[in-house]
C-alpha cells in the first residue's frame, strides 16, 4: 500500500522558469516530510524537509509547501537551472514526538529542466 | 569523514548463491537504514538499527535476509539462495536518533542475479 504518492512520473520545465514537484499522503500520522534528489548511479541527496508544524520552509532556490488538512506538499524550485534536472523523491517519517525511523519514499518524479 | 559507504557497488551473482553487502555509515551516527530501490520506485524500507540492535524489519525482508550491526559501527546484509526477483540497488543510510532530521544515504550496491 503506497502511503506516499508521486502521481507525475516526469516533469519537464524551461531553464528560470519554475518547477513545481507535488507529493499526495495517506498516513495522517506523518509529521516530518523531506525531498531527495537522485542523480543515476548514486545515492539519493537530501535537499529539504518540513516538519508537520510548519506550512512552508524556503532554502535559497528550494521551498516546500505543506498542507496537512489536503495531506499535500509540494516543492518549488526557482529558478530551475539544467543541474536540478533528476529524480525526486517525496518521503515521509514520524509519528509524533518520536526520532527519525523509516521513510516511506514515493516514486518519484523526473525533473528535466532544458536550456 | 566521507559520509556513507558501501561495498561493493555492483554484484552479479547466479542464482542460489548467497551474496552480502557491506554498509559503514557517518562515524557519529547511531541509525543505520537498508532500503531497496527496483527500477521506477522509490526506495523500499527493509530494517534499521539502532546501534547494535535491529528496532524494525520490514515484512519486505523474507526468512532469506539476515542483516546485523555487531558493534553498532558497520552493517551488513546477507541475501541467501538468491533468486532473480532480488535484482535491485540496495541503499544504505545512517542518521542521528534526533528528531526532525535527515538520513544521508550510500551509493548503492547494484544486484544482479542472472
Known amino acids: 500500500d503506497q502511503q506516499v504518492k508521486q502521481n507525475s512520473p516526469s516533469l519537464s520545465v524551461q531553464e528560470g522558469r519554475i518547477s513545481i514537484l507535488n507529493c499526495d499522503y495517506t498516513n495522517s500520522m506523518f509529521d516530518y516530510f523531506l525531498w531527495y534528489k537522485k542523480y543515476p548511479a548514486e545515492g539519493p541527496t537530501f535537499l529539504i524537509s518540513?516538519?508537520?508544524?510548519?506550512d512552508k520552509n524556503e532554502d535559497g532556490r528550494f521551498t516546500v509547501f505543506l498542507n496537512k488538512s489536503a495531506k499535500h506538499l509540494s516543492l518549488h524550485i526557482v529558478p530551475s537551472q539544467p543541474g536540478d534536472s533528476a529524480v525526486y523523491f517525496c518521503a515521509a517519517s514520524g509519528y509524533r514526538g518520536s526520532t527519525l525511523g523509516r521513510l516511506y519514499f514515493g516514486r518519484g518524479t523526473q525533473l528535466t529542466v532544458w536550456p | 569523514d566521507t559520509g556513507v559507504s558501501q561495498d561493493p557497488r555492483h554484484k552479479i551473482t547466479k542464482r542460489g548463491q548467497n551474496v552480502t553487502f557491506r554498509c559503514d555509515p557517518i562515524?557519529?551516527?547511531?541509525?543505520l537504514y537498508w532500503y531497496r530501490q527496483t527500477l521506477g520506485q522509490g526506495p523500499e524500507f527493509l530494517t534499521y538499527?539502532?546501534?547494535?540492535?535491529?528496532?524494525?524489519k520490514s515484512r519486505l525482508l523474507s526468512d532469506r535476509f539476515s542483516a546485523e550491526r555487531p558493534k553498532g559501527s558497520f552493517s551488513t546484509l546477507e541475501i541467501q539462495r538468491t533468486e532473480q526477483g532480488d535484482s535491485a540497488m540496495y541503499l544504505c543510510a545512517s542518521s542521528l536518533e534526533l528528531l526532525n532530521t535527515e538520513a544521508f544515504f550510500g551509493q548503492g550496491t547494484r544486484l544482479t542475479v542472472v
Open positions: 562515524s557519529e551516527h547511531n541509525r
Open positions: 538499527f539502532q546501534n547494535e540492535a535491529q528496532l524494525e
Open positions: 518540513i516538519s508537520s508544524i510548519k
